[in-house]
Nanobody
Framework: QARLPQSGGGSVQAGGSVRLSCTHSGAPMSDYCMSWFRRTPGKRREEVAFIDRAGQTTYVDSVKGRFTISRDNAESSLALQMNSLRPEDTAVYYC???????????????WGQGTRVSVSA
């Protein structure tokens, strides 16, 4: 069973940058497609970035050009570099791993514990 401890996050002013990290232990990360989700109060968890086993990426429109997802299978690590942050990016962010490489919460097998990012105006 995989585990996904996360690090990073915190508070930043609008226009700033934050980097989130996640490590994948318990199973080879190369077996999984990886994602970052976020949840804001009163809303469903939203997948914002996805990277498949080959390194191809997909982003939700609201973060395209600002967020970059990357993976290092040798280090079993996943990252989300978030630039040009906006107050509406404030959320708890979750690392996720799925054996079935499709976009969506239904295809996640394992979740990180979540880390909060707060963006002030």
């Amino acid at each position: 069973q995989a585990r996904l401890p996360q690090s990073g996050g915190g508070s930043v002013q609008a226009g700033g940058s934050v980097r989130l990290s996640c490590t994948h232990s318990g199973a080879p990360m190369s077996d999984y497609c990886m994602s970052w989700f976020r949840r804001t109060p009163g809303k469903r968890r939203e997948e914002v970035a996805f990277i498949d086993r080959a390194g191809q990426t997909t982003y939700v429109d609201s973060v395209k050009g600002r967020f970059t997802i990357s993976r290092d299978n040798a280090e079993s690590s996943l990252a989300l570099q978030m630039n040009s942050l906006r107050p509406e990016d404030t959320a708890v962010y979750y690392c996720a791993a799925g054996r079935v490489c499709l976009f969506g919460e239904d295809y996640v097998n394992y979740w990180g514990q979540g880390t909060r990012v707060s963006v002030s105006a």
